[in-house]
């Protein structure tokens, strides 16, 4: 008889199935992180024999976050509300943030 809460494959419902167990494996962790992080290619073979190949990258402005920082942070919202108040303790960037915004100020009264 199944236990009551078992899948259709089987398997308790609380574990992972049976090919995803790395138990006794070894693996790296962040192995492919600095190859990712330059892009890669994905090859894609076609049902009539082709091949296509696609090119990934990070979009202009994205950042990775790893996995301690993500937990953290796990949204767009949350990252740069705290890199807003991160902003306000660096003098240099404040100086020229706020002169940019007068002279916005100042063309805008032109």
């Not at 082709?50 to 090119?55: A, F, L, M, W």
């Not at 996995?67 to 796990?74: D, G, T």
């Not at 919202?77 to 915004?101: F, H, M, T, W």
């Amino acid at each position: 008889m199944k236990k009551q809460n078992e899948g259709k494959m089987g398997y308790d419902n609380d574990d992972m199935a049976p090919e995803y167990d790395l138990k006794g494996k070894s693996y790296v962790r962040g192995k492919y992180y600095e190859a990712y992080q330059a892009g890669h290619e994905l090859r894609i073979k076609e049902p009539d024999g082709s091949t296509t190949v696609r090119y990934f990258t990070l979009e202009e402005g994205a950042v990775l976050l790893e996995p301690e920082v993500k937990a953290y942070f796990p949204d767009s919202k949350s990252v740069n509300r705290a890199l807003r108040s991160l902003i306000d303790l660096i003098p240099e960037k404040r100086e020229q943030r706020a002169a940019g915004s007068l002279r916005s100020r100042r063309k805008l009264e032109l």
